[in-house]
């Protein structure tokens, strides 16, 4: 089977950037992932919350200016941590033909992390950018561990998690090359 990766650009909306942990950098990483799949005919998907705080229509859900879909390309919507339930991701992903997605956004411990194994359960390959995801801006609070720990944390368990018959990869966004073919 050959290898045929998507981006996800899970939650990168205004209200949810507004609070993240280094919000530019990831912001920036993302974008340059974009440009760069897109330059290779890699389909880039973005996942758009919905729920308190995030209505549809509002300034808070829209997606943030740098990382906006272009024409023709593919927002998914949905109301869970869990960007496949309830929504339309996994027959998107299986009418592109998709093996592996290629995982960035907000927030590392609940959407992100879902939504990435989620994607393993369902017979996609993974490959985490380490540095495009990211958390809430918070100190340690609540139970939480502080912001910078909350993505280091997440980055390292997807460097040491197993699927059987799963690739699992964790790569900086300098480091991910859209047109380097794979087995």
């Given at each position: 089977?050959?290898?045929?990766?998507?981006?996800?650009?899970?939650?990168?909306?205004?209200?949810?950037?507004?609070?993240?942990?280094?919000?530019?950098?990831?912001?920036?990483?993302?974008?340059?992932?974009?440009?760069?799949?897109?330059a290779?005919?890699?389909?880039v998907?973005?996942?758009?919350?919905?729920?308190?705080?995030?209505?549809?229509?509002?300034?808070?859900?829209?997606?943030?200016?740098?990382?906006?879909?272009?024409?023709?390309e593919?927002?998914?919507?949905?109301?869970?941590?869990?960007?496949?339930?309830?929504?339309?991701?996994?027959?998107?992903?299986?009418?592109?033909?998709?093996?592996?997605?290629?995982?960035?956004?907000?927030?590392?411990?609940?959407?992100?992390?879902?939504?990435?194994?989620?994607?393993?359960?369902?017979?996609?390959?993974?490959?985490?950018?380490?540095?495009?995801?990211?958390?809430?801006?918070?100190?340690?609070v609540?139970?939480?561990?502080?912001?910078?720990?909350?993505v280091?944390?997440?980055?390292?368990?997807?460097?040491?998690?197993?699927?059987?018959?799963?690739?699992?990869?964790?790569?900086?966004?300098?480091?991910?090359?859209?047109?380097?073919?794979?087995?």
């Amino acid at each position: 089977m050959s290898h045929v990766p998507a981006l996800l650009v899970i939650d990168m909306q205004n209200a949810a950037v507004a609070l993240s942990h280094r919000p530019r950098e990831t912001v920036a990483t993302i974008a340059s992932l974009e440009r760069r799949a897109r330059a290779a005919g890699v389909p880039v998907i973005a996942v758009q919350h919905e729920g308190a705080g995030l209505e549809p229509g509002t300034e808070g859900w829209a997606i943030v200016p740098e990382l906006a879909p272009l024409e023709g390309e593919t927002t998914i919507r949905k109301g869970s941590a869990d960007a496949f339930l309830g929504s339309d991701l996994d027959p998107c992903l299986r009418a592109l033909g998709v093996t592996e997605v290629v995982v960035t956004g907000f927030a590392t411990e609940f959407c992100v992390d879902t939504t990435a194994r989620q994607a393993l359960s369902r017979g996609y390959d993974l490959l985490l950018v380490a540095d495009g995801h990211t958390t809430s801006a918070r100190p340690a609070v609540d139970g939480f561990v502080a912001s910078e720990q909350a993505v280091a944390h997440h980055t390292a368990v997807y460097r040491h998690l197993s699927f059987p018959g799963r690739s699992i990869r964790v790569l900086p966004a300098a480091r991910i090359d859209f047109t380097a073919p794979r087995p």
